[in-house]
């Protein structure tokens, strides 16, 4: 896939209809500070594309961007954030959950998760939720550039047991070197059931 163009289309504070719906959407979901609007900004090659903070919980709405008129890419809001009011987590959550049970045009979720962690209980009550809705996920293990190729060969297998998730399940992803650019491309190609293409020639 080339992306050729990219906007922001609107934010919701919950799940509902509008002009764009009806378009296929692949969701991304993972905890706060987890590297979601840095990948969409690295992926989509638009570096303020999606806003960014070093301050975990700043996705706090649904928002939605649109690519090459052809999908929508949904940034869910970050979970997993201590320091949030209860009240507020709950929110996120109900929000999420809405999205996630309401579309009908999600066809796959990239699940975030650090490489250099072990993933959380609520990276396992995710996978399991997609699970239980027979949702299509993949995860993309972010932030590759902070370890070495040997720390990232050890850090995978952990991932595998804690998620349940086969090695192949698992795509590693830097937004700041382009680790994994390329490769989550094309699984977005293969999603969408559109062509591969092999050069980035005429952006």
Not at 52 to 60: D, L, N, V, W
Not at 161 to 184: C, F, H, K, N
Request: hydrophobic residues 35%; glycine residues 6%; positive net charge.
């Amino acid at each position: 896939m080339i992306i050729k163009k990219a906007k922001f289309l609107l934010s919701q504070s919950k799940f509902g209809g509008f002009p764009q719906q009806g378009m296929p959407e692949i969701a991304m979901a993972g905890k706060s500070n987890v590297g979601k609007s840095s990948l969409i900004n690295s992926l989509t090659r638009h570096s303020k594309l999606a806003r960014t903070s070093s301050e975990p919980g700043k996705t706090r709405l649904i928002n939605y961007y649109l690519i090459n008129e052809d999908f929508l890419l949904v940034d869910l809001p970050g979970y997993g954030f201590a320091r949030a009011p209860k009240s507020e987590q709950e929110k996120w959550a109900q929000m999420i959950e809405g999205y996630l049970t309401g579309s009908q045009q999600l066809k796959h979720v990239f699940h975030l998760v650090d490489i250099r962690h072990a993933p959380t209980k609520e990276d396992q009550m995710m996978t399991e939720y997609l699970r239980h809705y027979d949702i299509p996920f993949t995860v993309i293990a972010t932030k590759a550039d902070k370890l070495s190729k040997a720390q990232r060969s050890r850090s995978i297998p952990v991932i595998c047991r804690t998620l349940a998730v086969q090695p192949w399940e698992i795509m590693t992803y830097s937004s700041e070197d382009l680790t994994g650019r390329d490769a989550l491309l094309d699984k977005i190609d293969e999603i969408l059931g559109l062509k591969v293409e092999t050069t980035e020639g005429g952006e």
